[in-house]
């Protein structure tokens, strides 16, 4: 990914993790998620003139389903079914992982979504949070 001036966020929660990803960074978010979570299938559904739509997909074909949909990608409908986790969406960016992961597991896909941003950081505990502002990280433990 490319840094983007703009907010980031990533927090460790009990049941998973929560996101603020800037919006043209949200496909490449989704790819980098699969990948950390290591997976084959994904599945998106999002609400499209009044009906649910349900595509299915693996993560190597995730990057050329999300270029189909991106006008999707910011829709509070959104939801990202990985085999054992799902991503809810606020809409514009907020995301909410849901998924029994490890401390270790958590800071790994943190410290790779920063990466992807231009921030190296070495979260290794929970919980943790991390704001990026103006290409600055700031972390709460």
Do not use: W
């Amino acid at each position: 990914m490319v840094a983007y001036l703009t907010d980031i966020y990533v927090d460790s929660t009990p049941g998973g993790m929560s996101f603020e990803i800037p919006e043209v960074g949200i496909a490449e978010f989704l790819v980098l998620l699969a990948r950390s979570l290591a997976i084959r299938q994904v599945s998106l559904s999002f609400q499209d003139n009044g009906h649910y739509t349900e595509l299915t997909c693996t993560t190597n074909t995730l990057a050329d389903l999300l270029r189909d949909v991106t006008s999707h990608l910011t829709d509070p409908s959104l939801i990202v079914e990985f085999d054992n986790a799902t991503l809810y969406t606020g809409g514009g960016g907020c995301f909410s992982l849901s998924a029994a992961l490890s401390p270790e597991k958590k800071a790994e896909i943190a410290n790779a979504v920063l990466q992807a941003f231009g921030i190296t950081l070495y979260l290794q505990r929970e919980p943790f949070s991390v704001v990026l502002r103006d290409g600055k990280a700031e972390v709460y433990t």
